[in-house]
């Protein structure tokens, strides 16, 4: 059985700081690619960031230098730290983990979602 819970979303004012934190069960994380997504009211869910099993991180534009993606395998966590947060990334962030293997199979799994609501 293979779980992804995300915590740590709430109501924060512009300008202020959020931890998300997504604790996988039932896998190997340390083989996957992690990612945070995020779905606005009336849009569709969108890229936020990755982070490789080797550690390396691609981000949106719109959150680079303000977002930053991480992960413990020995915990089996994946993190998102947000600064400066602004009224647009109110949302429900979404954490995703991929795997592709030698021949290309592609096994995937979502979590269900945080609330971040960003304002005064």
């Known amino acids: 059985q293979v779980q992804l819970v995300e915590s740590g979303g709430g109501l924060v004012q512009p300008g202020g700081s959020l931890r998300l934190s997504c604790a996988a069960s039932?896998?190997?994380?340390?083989?996957?690619?992690m990612g945070w997504y995020r779905q606005a009211p009336g849009k569709q869910r969108e890229l936020v960031a990755t982070?490789?099993?080797?550690?390396?991180?691609n981000y949106a534009d719109s959150v680079k230098g303000r977002f930053t993606i991480s992960r413990d395998n020995a915990k089996s966590t994946v993190y998102l730290q947000m600064n400066s947060l602004k009224p647009e990334d109110t949302a429900v962030y979404y954490c995703?983990?991929?795997?592709?293997?030698?021949?290309?199979?592609?096994?995937?799994?979502w979590g269900q979602g945080t609330q971040v609501t960003v304002s005064s």
């Open positions: 982070i490789t099993d080797g550690g390396s991180t």
């Open positions: 039932g896998i190997m994380l340390s083989i996957y690619v």
């Open positions: 995703h983990a991929d795997k592709t293997d030698w021949w290309g199979t592609v096994v995937d799994y």
